[in-house]
């Protein structure tokens, strides 16, 4: 079975977040992994154990990116693509899944793995997108993804608790942390990733000519701050009070 | 004229940019390091080092993430570079020096000499196991009577026939308690071998030192040697005279002068992170002169020495080290660390006399890295006379 991992490098998330002149994010500084697709390799290398095949990391991103895909790499995958342009600087999710999926396609794999967002830009409509363009039917938020001869079957987290989903491979899922704790990249791991293939693509070869934005950002300001909560003094029904407040905002 | 680089964020523990020497491979396993120390040393280390145990169970995931033994080739061995070896180390001993110090003589002490001196089928035997974390080995050269001058050792080994018998006591031993096989060194008539003696073989045992306030996350213990019968088979046939033992202790001492300087780093941050934090008189501490003095000096030192370490670090990956310029990163490097844990200590006051803060565990821990594996004295005279010519030890 074959899965493919979409993978992304971001600006070191602990790490204050700048934004440069043109309203973009500061790709400058210290980049790591997206944390939210590392459950998606680990999800992938699940599967691969328990049915054997490869995974194979795709990621569209600078060169500098190769770090973030040898970290894939380090924790088990077998092999990357790893699509890089200059004009792709200032992507947005349309254009990125456009190159995802040109990217992809000629892999056909059994199954795509995706994080549920990314962790800078959180749009989460790369995934989506992805599916479409893949014409692959799509399974988001899973915390469990089984593979059944060809259909693909996941629990997908709700807010009350989760569904079973079931869908013809081949499929994309989209995952969250409820995969399991990422593996360490182990040293060996980290050794052997050294000769594990990174096909670099050109843009051109992906027969996309340079990508044009169909979304930029205009003006950027703060958030609102928040406001001062309400203080619930007790006379008496300030428990009813509290629940009303919780209900509410349905956390009970 | 020479441009200088656009301003880039300065970092305390790392002022010259070091990172940027490094290659993505050694950055990977640094990092995979660290977050593993985070994960799996932090949290227990406060309760393991006030209850004086090495957590036995952590040996076998050393094991699986590659780092027992992991400059050595082959018999599940990982192969890494002397480079990432060393970050492994100060990665590692900036968790505590304990833990630096179970990986020195796993790798360095117990399966060098086997990798480095032994037959086919002693690295068959224990080897894989080794750097699996699941057999523990031990190094047992100090005696007694027999410490900075090794060569005076009193532990013998005689022929019985075809056999061996080894007799004496060997003190002041890491990881013996808790050792599957150690490594021995005893005189014979022609010389000092290396022999090695599973746990349970007739005539052997160990005692645990107790009471000792440094390296308390370490077991430290004697080795009793009483008429032990051991086949020809346990001895490493590859090297006779001081040559086997010193030889293992240069590969130890190059891990400490990379770990020293994870403990240094370790003591500063705190004291960094302190000095911004608590105030008095008004104001933090990080705004009186004296305390940036401090901190200053601990910027200089910590970061000369990490230059020293990568430096020695890549002499040794081209083949190209001496014994001593080994002695000058150990002598140097724990001297450094040991200064900024002290100095780290002052700017915590009396926090930093707790086990809440790091600094007075690695202060402790780091008076053992600096008597054992060679004694400050020991390498400053060793460094005396290589500039002078003249043997001030003996
Ligand atoms: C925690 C810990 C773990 C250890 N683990 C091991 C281990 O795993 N295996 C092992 O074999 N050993 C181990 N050792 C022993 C260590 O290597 C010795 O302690 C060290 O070699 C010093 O020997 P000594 O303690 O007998 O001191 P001594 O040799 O008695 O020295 C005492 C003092 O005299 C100085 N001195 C001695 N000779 C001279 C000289 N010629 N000129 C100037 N000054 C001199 C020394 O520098 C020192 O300051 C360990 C020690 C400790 C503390």
Redesign the interface.
Known sequence: MKIVVTVKQIPDPNAPQKLTSDNRLDRGGEAVLDPGDEYGVEAGLKLKEAHGGEVVLVSMGPAKAADAIRKGLSMGADRAIHVSDDSLAGADALLTAQILAAAIKPENPDLVICGTESTDGSTGMVPPMLAELLGMPQATFAKQVEVKGDKVSVHRQTNEGYEVVEAQAPALVTVTAGVGEPRYASLKGIMAARSKEVKKVELSALGIEKGSPAESVEGVADAETRKAGEVIEDDGNAAERILAFLVQVKAV | MAKTAPRT?LKPSDFLDLESQLH??E???RD??R??VHDRILPGIEKWFEEGTFPKEVAPELG????LG?HLQGYGC???SAT?YGL?CLELEAGDSGFRSFVSVQGSLAMFPIWKYGTEEQKQEWLPRMAAGEAIGCFGLTEPDAGSDPASMRTSARRAGADWVLNGNKLWITNGGIADVAVVWARADDGVRGFLVPKGTPGFSTRDIHRKLSLRASITSELILEDVRLPEAALLPGVTGMRGPLSCLNEARYGILWGTVGAARSCFEAALGYSKSRSQFGKPLASFQLTQEKLVNMLLELNKAALVALHLGRMKDEGRISSEQVSFGKLNNVRVALDIARSARTILGANGITLEYPVIRHMNNLESVLTYEGTSEIHTLVLGEAITGVQAYR
């Open positions: 964020e993505d491979e950055r990977l396993i995979t390091v977050k593993f699986r993430l590659g780092l992991m990982l192969g890494a990432s492994a």
